[in-house]
Nanobody
Framework: QVQLVESGGGLVQSGGSLRLSCAAS????????MKWYRQAPGKEREWVAQ???????NYADSVKGRFTISRDNAKNTVYLQMNSLKPEDTAVYYC?????????WGQGTQVTVRS
């Protein structure tokens, strides 16, 4: 079965940093566009960042300049380095593998930023 396993979430002070990891199995990792989404309480899930199979990256305006997405195809893992964290970054962060015709989701990892 396809599995995306996230790790690295936690509690951090405003201005601090965290690195999230998402380890994939059961798919041909290098052929997928990998994305990070987040969902805060009472709000809809929003797209945060993506990296294509060719290595091209894109970011939501709210995180541009602070977050960096990267992938290690040898380890079947995608990362999200989060710097200068703000309370509004508090959310459950989800890893997503987007291919055709299917997309897959991780279980989510909680990130809480204290003011």
């Amino acid at each position: 079965q396809v599995q995306l396993v996230e790790s690295g979430g936690g509690l951090v002070q405003s201005g601090g940093s965290l690195r999230l990891s998402c380890a994939a199995s059961g798919l041909t990792f290098s052929s997928y566009v990998m994305k990070w989404y987040r969902q805060a309480p009472g709000k809809e899930r929003e797209w945060v960042a993506q990296v294509t199979a060719g290595g091209s990256t894109n970011y939501a305006d709210s995180v541009k300049g602070r977050f960096t997405i990267s992938r290690d195809n040898a380890k079947n893992t995608v990362y999200l380095q989060m710097n200068s964290l703000k309370p509004e970054d508090t959310a459950v962060y989800y890893c997503n593998a987007r291919g055709l015709p299917y997309a897959y989701w991780g279980q989510g990892t909680q990130v809480t930023v204290r003011s």
